[in-house]
């Protein structure tokens, strides 16, 4: 069993790649004539958001729609994120595959961009949730 102390450097460690990703996906987007890489760190930002959301419920996925699958059953099945999050992480996720393995032209300026929004208001929604989480408990709280 990971101690609490432990899972919350986890989680925040999950939250800052989360955001480095993000920025570097508006970076890429700015300075690129190619849309692959912006696509692939959006996708990131959201797949590391839902990595720290799992270790804070004590789950370790093995694969990606493992993880996926866990968001949708554990945190939009439950009500504790809205459906719009599981349908923007499953198009992220499915356009990152698109231009990883399988497109021949890149995915154009209109898809990365709404995923790059989208991985944004994703990245914000787990942040909040998050948020009472990843502060430290003042230990004279309880008195």
């Keep these: 069993m990971i ?14 790649q989360s ?12 300075n690129s004539d190619t849309t692959l890489g912006a696509i692939n760190r959006a996708y990131y930002a959201m797949f590391y958001a ?7 419920e004590g789950m370790v996925p093995r694969k990606h729609s493992g993880a ?3 968001f949708d059953s554990e945190f939009v099945r439950k009500g504790t ?3 719009k999050l599981s349908v923007d992480l499953h198009l992220a996720f499915e356009f990152r595959q698109e231009s990883d393995y399988h497109a021949i032209e ?3 300026n209109k898809e990365t961009d709404e995923i790059i929004q989208n991985a944004t208001g994703f990245v914000k929604a787990v942040e909040k949730y998050l948020s009472g989480t990843l502060k430290s408990k003042d230990p004279d709280e309880d008195k």
Excluded: C, N, T, W
């Excluded at 101690?3 to 800052?16: G, P, Q, S, T």
């Design 3 to 16: 101690e609490d102390a432990d899972k919350k450097i986890l989680i925040k460690h999950r939250m800052d």
């Design 19 to 30: 955001r480095s990703s993000l920025k570097e996906s508006i970076f890429l987007r700015q």
């Design 68 to 70: 996926i699958a866990l």
């Design 81 to 83: 994120f809205p459906k």
């Design 106 to 108: 890149p995915l154009g």
């Design 50 to 56: 839902v990595l720290a959301l799992l270790q804070k």
